[in-house]
């Protein structure tokens, strides 16, 4: 068996930032031809995506895959739905989640796994401004005190 150290292809490193994550799931997504190319080539942009569930399906929107340069007229639409592979509980228990207030599903990276692509999804809560400021003032601390004491 072939051992990658790095299959992470993409990741959104904007989402600690705006969202605290409270769990995370990983899904499968359907993907074309021309979009696993992509994809392998880490050409996606995960920085605007979400997750919207329609009755018993789950789609990830607003996810930037890149056209395939060699795809001719079979090229994909970049910010096209891509349906997300879950299990009906697993989607079920998402909507309850996704309904209650200030709640969402975002994708926080995307990696191969055994030869297909899956998706990392964060159940996040929003974040105000001043959560923000306070993070970077924590972070910021513990930076002075790693130097200080690294003498």
């Not at 995307?110 to 929003?126: D, E, I, S």
């Amino acid at each position: 068996m072939k051992q990658q150290t790095d299959n992470v292809l993409a990741q959104n490193r904007k989402a600690s930032h705006d969202y605290f994550i409270k769990e995370t799931i990983e899904a499968g997504i359907a993907l074309t031809g021309t979009e696993i190319k992509s994809v392998r080539a880490r050409r996606i942009q995960l920085k605007d995506g979400y997750v919207q569930i329609f009755g018993t399906k789950c789609f990830l929107e607003n996810v930037h895959i890149s056209e395939y340069k060699q795809g001719n007229i079979y090229n994909h639409d970049p910010l096209r739905r891509r349906q997300l592979l879950l299990h009906k509980k697993e989607i079920k228990r998402l909507a309850e989640v996704q309904a209650q207030q200030g709640m969402t599903i975002i994708p926080l990276k995307v990696y191969l796994k055994h030869g297909f692509a899956k998706v990392l999804l964060g159940v996040g809560q929003g974040k105000k401004q001043y959560d923000k400021r306070e993070t970077i003032k924590k972070r910021d601390q513990e930076r002075e005190l790693r130097r200080k004491y690294r003498i």
